[in-house]
């Protein structure tokens, strides 16, 4: 257990339905980013944040896609009118300002568009 | 930018047997690179990092790895395996965390390793 959750853990929703995932990380990391992952593929980056600024986003994050961080704290991601290739694993990971860039990884959701 | 290849989606071996898995990037500035470990419906694990220094990196469960700068590799090692190291095993690289590139990850594409009794 690395100490960073994520809620839910398996979402099946329906296409055009809206989604929201939720990460906390550990308490004293400042750096939050939020990682996609296809079957078969390895985690591609979509969006990152310093404390509550949210300073980086992917191409691949569309108009349908936000994320927050209010205070600093935990994070949101919301995917708005989902489609059937949203079906993914979504990660969280997390990290501190003196950890030397070691990331820790949340067990990630998983959602199922049908 | 920067990407990674992983040459062999899927490692086959023996118990106790060696095994190699092998990581090319690809980057127009220095980087740092790491190994990740997924176990089934568990998060990534750090196996293993280089930042700078030594080219051969020790981790965890017995894993090493060697930063090649000339060959752009990055391969991991492990002498004997146990039938608890079948997992998925993703390399993956990030610039300076300093930056622009706010240490995101760039991942490739994983190696299944199973191991075998």
């Known amino acids: 257990d690395t100490g960073v959750s994520q809620n839910p853990r398996h979402k099946i929703t329906k296409r055009g339905q809206n989604v929201t995932f939720r990460c906390d990380p550990i308490?004293?990391?400042?750096?939050l980013y939020w990682y996609r992952q296809t079957l078969g593929q390895g985690p591609e980056f979509l969006t990152y944040f310093q404390n509550e600024a949210q300073l980086e986003k992917s191409r691949l994050l569309s108009d349908r896609f936000s994320a927050e961080r209010p205070k600093g704290s935990f994070s949101t991601l919301e995917i708005q009118r989902t489609e059937q290739g949203d079906s993914a694993m979504y990660l969280c990971a997390t990290q501190g300002q003196f950890s030397s860039y070691e990331q820790y990884f949340g067990p990630g959701t998983r959602l199922t568009v049908t | 930018a920067q990407s990674v290849t992983q040459l062999d989606s899927q490692v086959p071996v023996f118990e106790e047997a060696p095994v190699e898995l092998r990581c090319n990037y690809s980057?127009?500035?220095?980087?740092?690179l790491f190994w990740y470990v997924q176990y089934p419906n568990q998060g990534l694990q750090l196996l293993l990092k280089y930042l700078s220094g030594s080219t051969l990196v020790k981790g965890i469960n017995g894993f090493e790895a060697e930063f090649n700068k000339s060959q752009t590799s990055f391969h991991l090692r492990k002498p004997s395996v146990h039938i608890s190291d079948t997992a998925e095993y993703f390399c993956a690289v990030s610039t300076n965390a300093g930056g622009t590139s706010y240490g995101k990850l760039t991942f490739g594409q994983g190696t299944i390793l199973t191991v075998h009794p």
């Open positions: 980057s127009s500035v220095s980087v740092y």
């Open positions: 308490s004293e990391h400042n750096r």
